[in-house]
């Protein structure tokens, strides 16, 4: 019997009874259709993961019970804070699933000069939430138990201004120092990737004025979604835990 994995938002108390909230009790009852005895694991982004059972599961109400908590830490050592710049389509989306599943650690959504998506901030909190969704269902697929932080949308200027222990790299085609021999970096790393159409020069020599480092993933110019991906697996493999 598979048992699924799902986020909570609430406190998870231990043998009590207690309604799941409505996003997850929907997943539960409309999209799992599951059936009141099945076991559940619960996580709420405390790092700690709950054995539960359905109580009772009805369209508008899903009751849990947690009988047992476990402290299991499945974070990378490596703090990577990801500034993506914002793509167009489900390229966003591949990259925000796909790096939470890498270990990412905090992901900033960036307003560059050749961003295609323009909303207003109403639009923007909406998309906000969306993009907060598949990090949470990339969670409860991969087994994390802490949540990476997802910022709201950001200008490009304002986040290469913030100040960090961390080293930071930009990754710009035909720089010479490739990625995978940039040394150790025991506070992490602050990544900055452009959309579709890449940084501006202008841009990307902002971001070396602002202490980020030219690197590179070889001769070929890759999709903004693959450079991501292909990043993230590089330190991880060289830096973190894969």
């Known amino acids: 019997m598979r048992i699924p994995r799902i986020y909570h938002t609430g ?9 799941l909230d409505d996003d997850a009790a929907h997943h539960v009852a409309n999209v799992l259709r599951l059936k009141a005895n099945h076991p559940v694991v619960l996580f709420n982004g405390d790092g700690n993961e709950y054995s539960a059972q359905l109580i009772n599961v009805s369209r508008k109400q899903v009751i849990v019970e947690a009988d047992a908590s476990l402290a299991l830490n499945k974070e990378s050592p490596l703090p990577i804070h990801l500034g993506q710049g914002i793509s167009k389509g489900d390229r966003m989306d591949v990259v925000l699933q796909k790096s939470v599943e890498l270990g990412v650690t905090e992901i900033t959504p960036l307003l560059t000069e050749r961003c295609a998506v323009k909303l207003d901030e109403k639009r923007w909190q909406k998309k906000h939430l969306q993009w907060q969704k598949i990090i949470i269902s990339a969670c409860e697929q991969c ?14 200027t304002s986040w290469m201004a913030l100040s960090t222990d961390a080293a930071r790299l930009v990754l710009a085609p035909g720089a010479d120092k490739p990625l995978a021999r940039h040394p150790y970096q025991t506070k992490g790393f602050r990544l900055l990737i452009g959309p579709e159409g890449g940084l501006s020069e202008q841009e990307v020599h902002q971001a070396n004025e602002t202490g980020f480092t030219s690197v590179s993933l070889g001769p070929r110019v890759l999709r903004t979604e693959t450079a991501a991906l292909a990043s993230l697996s590089i330190l991880q493999a060289q830096h973190g835990d894969m």
């Open 11 to 19: 406190n998870i108390p231990l043998d009590e009874e207690f309604p």
């Open 143 to 156: 087994g994390r138990n802490t949540l990476p932080v997802l910022h709201p949308p950001t200008p490009l």
